[in-house]
């Protein structure tokens, strides 16, 4: 397993432009009954290309973005409450309640430690929220888009993800609340591919990677909506919700 703060140069531009964004439902959960928006501060931690920040900031806090990888954070849109830290779960460099909520979206399986919720904790004043979205695989093309996946894996992501979904549900000493939103992400071939290439752990290059692009392709041929050149990649959000 690679540096997980290193791992994503390569893939920043492809992680800003082909990784969808959250639902509304899940972003309206991880501030419910917190008060005014426009007076809460929120930490996003690992906040890659900001694409959680931005929609937190839109709702009206202030965000502080925290993302330890300089290419994630080149590739990040600018928006007027979102300010940009370098620094890591582990150590964000807040003050003690200095925020009143930290987040982490498709995140946290990179740093799912006793240590980083502590750090959480410190931090935070009211509560940690963890987004972290899987594929419905009960839809065939999202079934088929999974098969190749764990075909041209290259590591164990996938299970540090499942992993990392269970160290987040016995967050010590917290109230959990959990809740899931279904969304669709409508691919054309490009983006398809596009997709994939934001995916860390599988192959970006050599001819592993034109292999995987072969069968992507062809699982596009296959699977495309009529009249569309379009298929559908379903996600459900998990949205695990920590008060105290």
Known sequence: MSDSTKRFS???????????????GAVAAALADLGDPQR??????????????RLFAERGPAVIAIEPNAAMRAQADPHPRVA???????????????VDVVTICQAFHWFAEDSTMREFRRIARRRAVLFQYERDERHEFTKGYGDVV??????DTERR??????????FPAARLARYEFVSTQRLDRGELLGRA???SYLPATGTRAQKLHEDLSGLFERQQRTGTGTVELVTVTHVLIADW
């Open 40 to 53: 809460l501060i929120v930490a996003d931690i690992g906040a890659g290309t900001g694409i959680s920040a």
């Open 84 to 98: 940009w830290r370098e620094a890591t779960a582990h150590a964000t460099g807040l003050d003690e309640q200095s």
């Open 150 to 155: 764990r075909a041209y894996a290259t590591d």
């Open 197 to 199: 290439a934001s995916s």
């Open 161 to 170: 993800r499942r992993n990392a979904l269970r160290v987040f549900a016995a």
């Open 10 to 24: 390569a893939r920043a531009r492809s992680y800003a432009v082909f990784r969808p964004s959250y639902p509304p």
